[in-house]
């Protein structure tokens, strides 16, 4: 990809894309994947989350589970999905689901691209934190291949809710962030007018995440942007996704789970390289302290 | 039961108490644990919480060498390089601390946030630190107990902080696994990527009277949303009506209340293995 004009493009201008207000959503490629997508409702407990798609479909003749936050593309579609931005429900559906794809063997794809989880007096009322936690620890448990894309925006732990996978990609214009810009630029500079500044210090680009180790690989969107050919984007994810899951599907469950588990423990593996960030394997009894024998 | 495994180390105090108004004598408050006669739990650093959570001379700390890094080359509006540094010269060791101790003669792993260090901030050392400690509690089957204090992951490390919380997590699941008790004490304040990662995982979640305790702050709730917020939103108490947590306990009752989980948890089954 070097030397082509996109990357010319400023940190901003990605942000701009990857929130552009024509880019293809999540159905958008589901539907295109899988064009007998049954969708599913609810978390067995109280509500179904509109900001979270959910269901099965048929994809290169397996039937595969498919997640995906979903934005709205106008203001009343907006509204009813929330802007993407799930509620607790919405992880307790998704586990739901991973966990009945989990029964049934069957292989599950998210799409991720929400600004955040919603930020909301309900929200906390019932327990965001604890179900973006348990869904984050529950993927580490659901024993069939999972790969997760952003396909937009990839914000903070709601997205990471719906991200824990075995493999993970980005298309080229999206982002992944621990917070949004204008998070981040509130939260260091006490004004989130400072979002630009603080977008290009966070390094949110797919560039910058495959560097750090961060997702696999990037998908190369059609020139100028998802958004000026949905049918173009979606055959370049889709033939993505399978390349990846191919691989994964094969290989045994107490192996998969394992390397799940490590993808995630050696993922800060460059720091982990620095000479002064400690031992890597622990000395045996070293401590001779009670709790260790 | 004392409340204390040792005596607590002085901690910066206001010249009144911000619940109701008396004058702080600083000795006092030192031996009722930073508990004012009013109620009000005053913020103790990981220093106080490792004096009073672990026998006195038990605490055996771990991988305290680990060292952040500045990978983003953090610049604006302070260097990320010069953050740690001025922390470390202030004798911080990041925002989590992990190590082998006993509390009432149990062994346990403890593993302690302190605000101090960037608002105790989850970072690559705090979830390396967290996570090593969980999977030798898990090999060992030794109860894990976790001191919570921050808010919420490190900006300065960007993607690689918010992917403690995977990390982290999956550690925490093979805890579970390994049935072996984990105890978490949430306290003021408790927000962001870490009760969204392991701080509300616990066999029992314990809050500290008044703590404020969410997902999201308040500030950025009534900015996105205009809600108006109760009193009390957030607060341990709230956490606790809510079903988050499963008790608001004293801090001069929680050595005790701890040892007695310790017991419960531990203690061997009869006619089934
Ligand atoms: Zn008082």
Redesign the interface.
């Given at each position: 990809m070097p030397g082509r004009p996109r990357d010319t493009l400023s940190v901003w201008q990605v942000v701009e894309l990857a929130r552009h207000p024509d880019r293809p959503y999540a159905l958008d490629y589901i539907r295109r994947m899988a064009p007998d997508f049954v969708e599913l409702h609810g978390d067995r407990v109280s509500h179904d989350d509109p900001a979270l798609v959910a269901g099965l479909g048929t994809w290169r003749d397996m039937t595969v589970v498919f997640f995906g936050q979903q934005k709205g593309r106008n203001l009343a579609e907006r509204v009813s999905r929330n802007w993407a931005m799930m509620h607790p429900e919405g992880y307790r559906k998704a586990m739901r689901l991973a966990r009945q794809a989990a029964k049934f063997g069957f292989p599950i794809v998210s799409l991720v691209d929400t600004p955040g989880?919603f930020?909301?007096?309900g929200?906390?009322?019932?327990?965001?934190?604890?179900a973006?936690?348990?869904a984050?620890?529950?993927w580490?448990?659901i024993p069939v291949p999972v790969v997760a894309a952003v396909i937009g925006e990839g914000g903070?732990?709601g997205a990471?809710?719906m991200a824990?996978a075995d493999r993970v990609l980005m298309l080229e214009n999206s982002i992944?962030?621990?917070?949004s810009p204008e998070?981040?630029a509130?939260?260091?500079?006490r004004d989130n007018a400072r979002k630009v500044?603080a977008a290009a210090?966070?390094?949110?680009t797919s560039r910058?995440?495959l560097a750090?180790g961060?997702v696999e690989e990037v998908v190369p969107e059609p020139e100028g942007g998802a958004h000026l050919d949905h049918e173009a984007a979606a055959r370049a994810l889709e033939a993505v996704l399978w390349r990846h899951l191919e691989q994964l599907l094969p290989i045994p469950t107490a192996e998969l789970l394992q390397h799940?588990?490590e993808r995630?423990?050696y993922?800060?593996s460059?720091?982990?390289a620095?000479p002064?960030?400690?031992?890597k394997v622990?000395p045996r009894g070293a401590?001779g302290?009670?709790?260790?024998? | 039961m004392a409340a204390s495994g040792g005596r607590l180390p002085p901690i910066a105090l206001t010249t009144n108490c911000p619940s109701c108004g008396v004058g702080l004598v600083p000795e006092t408050l030192r031996d009722q644990c930073y508990v004012c006669d009013c109620g009000h739990h005053f913020r103790m650093h990981g220093d106080a919480w490792i004096a009073l959570l672990a026998d006195a001379g038990s605490w055996h700390e771990r991988w305290a060498d680990i060292r952040p890094h500045d990978l983003l080359e953090w610049k604006v509006p302070k260097a990320y390089q010069e953050t740690i540094d001025q922390a470390r010269a202030e004798g911080l060791n990041e925002a989590v601390r992990v190590g082998t101790a006993t509390l009432a003669g149990h062994p346990i792993w403890l593993a302690v946030f302190d605000f101090r260090f960037v608002g105790g901030s989850l970072s690559i050392v705090a979830g390396e630190r967290l996570t090593r400690s969980l999977e030798q509690a898990a090999a060992a089957r030794t109860p894990y107990v976790l001191l919570a204090a921050s808010g919420g992951a490190r900006m300065q490390e960007g993607i690689l902080a918010l992917m403690q919380m995977a990390k982290i997590n999956a550690a925490v699941g093979r805890l579970h696994q390994a049935a072996t008790p984990y105890f978490s004490i949430l306290t003021d304040p408790t927000y962001g990527g870490v009760p969204a990662s392991l701080a509300l995982l616990a066999d029992v979640n314990i809050a500290e009277p008044g703590a404020a305790i969410g997902f999201t702050g308040p500030r950025v709730i009534r900015q996105s949303t205009y809600a108006d917020l109760p009193s009390g939103f957030q607060s341990a108490e709230f956490q606790l009506r809510c079903g988050q947590v499963d008790m608001v306990v004293a801090r001069t009752e929680l050595r005790a209340r701890l040892a007695h989980l310790i017991e419960l948890y531990l203690r061997p089954l009869r006619g089934r293995r």
């Open positions: 989880a930020p909301g007096a929200a906390e009322e019932r327990g965001i934190a604890l973006i936690g348990q984050i620890m529950g580490f448990e903070s732990g990471l809710g824990v992944y962030s621990v917070a998070a981040a509130s939260i260091v500079w500044e210090q966070l390094q949110i910058d995440l750090m961060v799940r588990y995630f423990r993922i800060d460059l720091l982990q620095a002064d960030f400690g031992p622990e401590a302290n009670p709790a260790e024998r | -």
